[in-house]
């Protein structure tokens, strides 16, 4: 399932023969990120609700193919995710001359809880959620080094974090409203 959006988008392999006259490239200058288009970029053509035709050049993150790459449609329907080697952006599609670099680094998936109104980024340590007036939470850390999603039962997320000093996992609940959790790997 996905959410209804505004826009449309297409991922470009290479830059187009002939550029369109609004062009955006992400991150934004962000102290740090200086050289992140060196490792390569997710293009995207996108043509919002209103408005002319854009290009979005998303940085990647990392250059790992086991790093998710992909678009999103967001809560809000005119609101855009582009992740992009493990770096998440979400852009306004009306006004995408600034976007939302998500702080959590690097998303290792990205899940959409259409019931719940959220879109579901999963990190090693962390969970961040993303409704429709923006950033909903973000959890505690949950886990020294990696997640195990599981069910969602009565508004509750399911899953396991690993702790160091057990080398075990150890379960943990959030509450998918307010993004408290109890249990998890890290104490």
Not at 79 to 87: D, K, L, R, S
Not at 117 to 128: N, R, W, Y
Request: some cysteine.
């Amino acid at each position: 399932m996905a959410f209804a959006s505004t826009w449309s988008a297409e991922m470009l392999a290479q830059p187009p023969m002939i550029a369109p006259a609004r062009q955006f490239t992400y991150p934004l200058q962000v102290a740090g990120e200086e050289d992140a288009l060196a490792r390569g970029a997710l293009l995207l053509m996108v043509k919002p609700a209103v408005g002319e035709t854009f290009l979005a050049t998303c940085a990647l993150g990392f250059t790992s193919a086991s790093m998710p790459t992909g678009v999103f449609a967001c809560p809000k329907p005119d609101e855009m995710c582009a992740v992009a080697g493990g770096y998440a952006y979400v852009v306004d599609t009306l006004a995408p001359a600034g976007c939302t670099h998500l702080s959590l680094k690097p998303v290792t998936e990205v899940r959409v809880l259409e019931a719940e109104g959220l879109l579901l980024f999963v990190g090693f340590h962390a969970l961040i959620a993303w409704g429709e007036n923006g950033l909903a939470w973000q959890t505690d850390r949950l886990s020294w080094e990696g997640l195990q999603l599981g069910a969602i039962e009565n508004g509750l997320l399911h899953g396991s974090g690993w702790n160091l000093m057990t080398d075990k996992d150890v379960g943990f609940t959030v509450d998918l409203q307010t993004g408290k959790h109890v249990g998890g790997g890290y104490p």
